[in-house]
């Protein structure tokens, strides 16, 4: 089995001893992700809505830094800290693709890191 690390710089470096992303036997598993800013490393926290875009085009770089995009999802898993926002946070999300959804899980948490409201994970399959 290869194992391929992902890294870019147009998505958040890990806050801690995990990779953004990683490859291995034809898949793809990108951390979570929370919406962090690269270029200015501040938190996107203005509006729900925002915060979920944030997050968003966090995985949408790694994705491409992968040569792949939201159609190569098959798994995410949502965190929030707050139930009441699955609603928002669900149109949002539900915009970035077009058919064939990843199967999902949304779950309600007590805190997330850096005290943000939404964190997403995704897997990806490399082929089609």
């Not at 990108?30 to 915060?51: D, H, K, M, N, R």
């Not at 966090?58 to 609603?87: P, R, V, Y």
């Not at 899980?105 to 005290?115: C, D, I, N, Y």
């Amino acid at each position: 089995m290869s194992k391929q690390i992902i890294k870019t710089e147009k998505a958040p470096a890990p806050i801690g001893p995990y990779s953004q992303a990683v490859k291995a036997n034809g898949m793809l598993f990108i951390s979570g992700q929370v919406a962090l800013i690269p270029a200015t490393g501040e938190l996107e926290l203005s509006s729900i809505e925002a915060e979920t875009h944030q997050v968003m085009k966090n995985i949408a770089a790694i994705l491409e830094e992968a040569n792949l995009g939201f159609q190569h999802l098959i798994k995410t898993t949502i965190f929030l800290n707050d139930m009441g926002l699955f609603s928002r946070v669900n149109e949002i999300y539900g915009s970035y693709f077009t058919s064939d959804y990843p199967a999902r899980e949304t779950v309600a948490v007590k805190g997330l890191p850096k005290g943000v409201n939404i964190e997403i994970s995704v897997t990806a399959v490399v082929d089609l």
